[in-house]
């Protein structure tokens, strides 16, 4: 059975950091593009970024780009997304998936509460 | 970027009622190698959004025969024959084309 299983929610000040992890089982990780969206609270969907098979390309929202980084462990399986500088509106339950061009695996999703 | 937009943003309709949902980009959603980047998700309440049609009109594996979806180019529609419960959710339009990927603003689909 394939799984993402995510971690690293919380809550945060404006201005902290906060690092998100999915970790990959069931498929072979290390060939698969992943993706991040977000989902601000009561709000649509929102893709937030991704990252190919060996991490050597990444690709970013604008709102995203110098505060937010993707990267991948393939040793371990996992995908994190490493969030900086973070804002009020960067609150939203975040989700990992397997990106082939469309995200037909997804994580559980996990929260993040940017508040003083 | 491309923006996708949806109508109608909610929709009511009646058990074994059909539903109907449009979605437009503003470029077309057409690439070079011939395929269409367009797909459908369902985020039913309290899940993670779930992939129902890849590429303008091929049912995921384990997707129902009433969902179906058509379209070209920029003009896109998702159609379910007879809405059953369990299809209560919020429908996503999303394009792959180019990045950044974008998603239309969703429709709430409930029943009547």
């Known amino acids: 059975e394939v799984q993402l299983e995510q971690s690293g929610g919380g809550l945060v000040q404006p201005g902290g950091s906060l690092r998100l992890s999915c970790v990959v089982s069931g498929l072979t990780f290390s060939t698969n593009w992943m993706t991040w969206v977000r989902q601000a609270p009561g709000k649509g969907l929102e893709w937030v970024g991704n990252?190919?098979?060996?991490?050597?390309?990444?690709n970013y929202i604008d709102s995203v780009k110098g505060r937010f980084t993707i990267s991948r462990d393939n040793a371990k399986n996992s995908l994190y997304l490493e969030m900086n500088s973070l804002r009020v509106e960067d609150m939203a339950v975040y989700y990992c998936a397997r990106d082939r061009r469309p995200f037909d695996i997804w994580g559980q999703g996990t929260m993040v509460i940017v508040s003083s | 970027d491309i923006v996708m937009t949806q109508t109608p943003l909610s929709l009511s309709v009646a058990p074994g009622q059909p539903a109907s949902i449009s979605c437009k980009s503003t470029?077309?959603?057409?690439?070079?190698?011939?395929?269409?980047?367009l797909y459908w998700y369902v985020q039913k309440p309290g899940q993670s959004p779930q992939l129902l049609i890849n590429e303008v009109s091929s049912r995921v594996s384990g997707v129902p025969e009433r969902f179906s979806g058509s379209g070209s180019g920029t003009d896109f529609t998702l159609k379910i024959s007879r809405l059953e419960a369990d299809d209560v959710g919020i429908y996503y339009c999303?394009?792959?084309?180019?990045?950044?990927?974008?998603f239309g603003p969703g429709t709430q689909v409930e029943i009547k």
């Open positions: 999303m394009q792959s084309i180019e990045h950044p990927k974008t």
């Open positions: 990252i190919n098979p060996r991490g050597s390309e990444r």
């Open positions: 470029q077309s959603l057409l690439d070079r190698d011939g395929r269409t980047y």
